[in-house]
């Protein structure tokens, strides 16, 4: 079974400022593909950007970027230049070809 | 239409009521899925169906009772809930249950609260 694992339960950052948020899963797979989801206020779990396990790059989305690194089984989310609309909760997810496997989340403020 | 409508976006129910929760989509997708979530917490799946049919029924108790009426259409049906039954409840889809690239268009869920 595939476990995801968010280590930051809370974060903040000042407006403009940037932050990354961590992620780990554990896995016996080899292809399969990770998710960063943003959960405002609002509720509704916004996808915010996909990495493909099987692709080197770094994916990238505007302000949004990850950090892949394979072999360590790590994903982390970089936002550049912070809003405060970047409020939310945001869940990493693994999915290894079936079922979306979630984080425990990290609930990220942005201080003005 | 690129999106999964959910309704109502808000319920109060009594234990004895019986309610159904809709979620619908035009996209295509061939998978959809009911999560339960409580404050503070990643969502926890509840069903899943593929082409529909159920495909996966996690354990959840038979006062919840899915329905897919159609290829866009999940209904989930709710019957002598307890109050730990209330959650936001969020309806996604996606195109193939094996298609893991694009990953779940969600919907904004109903919340519910049992009293």
């Known amino acids: 079974a595939q476990t995801v694992t968010q280590s930051q339960p809370e974060m903040s950052v000042q407006e403009a400022e940037t932050v990354t948020l961590s992620c780990t899963y554990d896995?016996?797979?080899?292809?399969?593909?990770l998710f960063w989801y943003k959960q405002p206020p609002s509720r509704q779990m916004i996808l915010v950007i996909r990495?493909?396990?099987?692709?080197?790059q770094n994916a990238t989305e505007n302000r949004f970027s990850v950090n892949f690194q394979k072999a360590a089984k790590s994903f982390s989310l970089k936002i550049s230049d912070s809003q405060l609309g970047d409020t939310a909760m945001y869940f990493c997810a693994f999915n290894g070809g079936n079922m979306l496997t979630f984080g425990g989340g990290t609930r990220l403020m942005v201080k003005p | 239409d690129t999106e999964v409508t959910q309704t109502p976006k808000h319920l109060v129910m009594g234990m004895t009521n019986k309610k159904s929760l809709k979620c619908e989509q035009h996209?295509?997708?061939?998978?959809m899925y009911w999560y339960k979530q409580k404050a503070k917490k990643p969502p926890e799946l509840m069903f899943v169906y593929s082409y529909e049919k159920l495909s996966i029924n996690e354990s959840v108790p038979s006062r919840f009772s899915p329905e897919c009426p159609n290829s866009s259409l999940l209904n989930l049906h709710l019957h002598a809930l307890q109050p730990e039954d209330s959650a936001l409840y969020l309806c996604a889809s996606s195109q193939d249950l094996w298609q893991g690239v694009d990953g779940y268009t969600f919907g904004s869920g109903t919340r519910l609260t049992v009293v």
């Open positions: 996209m295509g997708h061939r998978a």
């Open positions: 896995t016996s797979e080899n292809n399969y593909y």
């Open positions: 990495q493909e396990a099987y692709k080197q």
